[in-house]
């Protein structure tokens, strides 16, 4: 089951900020939140990732709660190429010692012109 | 770099019919990963290699499926005999870790475009 809760869908107005919420109240120490999107039928691509700090990249800023349950993906200014599917991902430890992504089902953002 | 590298980018067949799937990672990645996506299940992990060895295959849905990494450069997801559930997109991706295990490993994985299944 994914540990992420995000909501289904949102929208935003192109050259605005888009912030999107992950809740991962039941993450663990050391399992970082990553985010990816996925543009129409492409596989998803990477954005960025964090464990405890705020993170910011030339695509996007990652903002961790500092309890870790929740963080916020922004993208500072939308465009219309930034209609997608995003995901919020808690990667995992499994008890194997192995890692691996769970995906829930994502927000599906709309970059309306 | 092409990045990762899929194919067939589409396969059509009948239930009962072997099919197979190709990836190819990028030069360098030393984890595989198999995924599939359907609408009522959305993106699922099947099975991870590393370093050609298969890791965790608790995701491959039944004894049909089976996945090989015979090199560095190539990997099969293989089902026989295929059924109408199968239909999905399967996507490969790699990756390659930098950090020591537990520790806060870094990764990002590069997914390729995947191949679209239909059973009939």
Redo the contacts between chains.
């Keep these: 089951d994914a540990k992420t809760t995000q909501p289904p869908s949102m929208d935003c107005a192109e050259g605005r900020a888009a912030n999107l919420p992950c809740n991962h109240s039941t993450i663990s120490g050391?399992e970082?939140v990553y985010w990816?999107r996925q543009i129409h039928?492409?596989?998803?691509?990477?954005i960025i990732?964090g464990?405890k700090n705020n993170e910011t990249n030339e695509m996007a800023s990652l903002i961790i709660t500092e309890d870790r349950k929740s963080s916020t993906l922004i993208l500072p200014h939308a465009t219309l190429r930034d209609t997608a599917v995003y995901?919020c991902i808690v990667r995992v430890?499994?008890t194997?010692?192995?890692?691996?992504?769970?995906?829930?089902?994502?927000t599906r953002l709309k970059v309306l012109a | 770099d092409a990045g990762v590298i899929q194919s067939p980018r589409h396969e059509v067949t009948e239930m009962g019919q072997e099919v197979t799937l190709r990836c190819k990672p990028i030069s360098g990645h030393d984890y595989l990963f198999w995924y599939r996506q359907t609408m009522m299940r959305g993106l699922e992990l099947l099975i991870y290699f590393n370093n050609n060895v298969p890791i965790d295959d608790s995701g491959m849905p039944e004894d049909r499926f089976s996945a090989k990494m015979p090199n560095a450069s190539f990997s099969t997801l293989k089902i026989q005999p295929s059924e109408p559930r199968d239909s999905a997109v399967y996507f490969c991706a790699s990756s390659f870790r930098v950090g020591a295990p537990r520790a806060g490993t870094q990764e990002t994985q590069y997914f390729g475009p995947g191949t679209r299944l239909l059973v009939l």
């Design positions: 050391n970082y990816y039928s492409q596989g998803p691509q990477y990732h464990l995901y430890v499994t194997s010692g192995t890692y691996k992504y769970i995906f829930g089902t994502g």
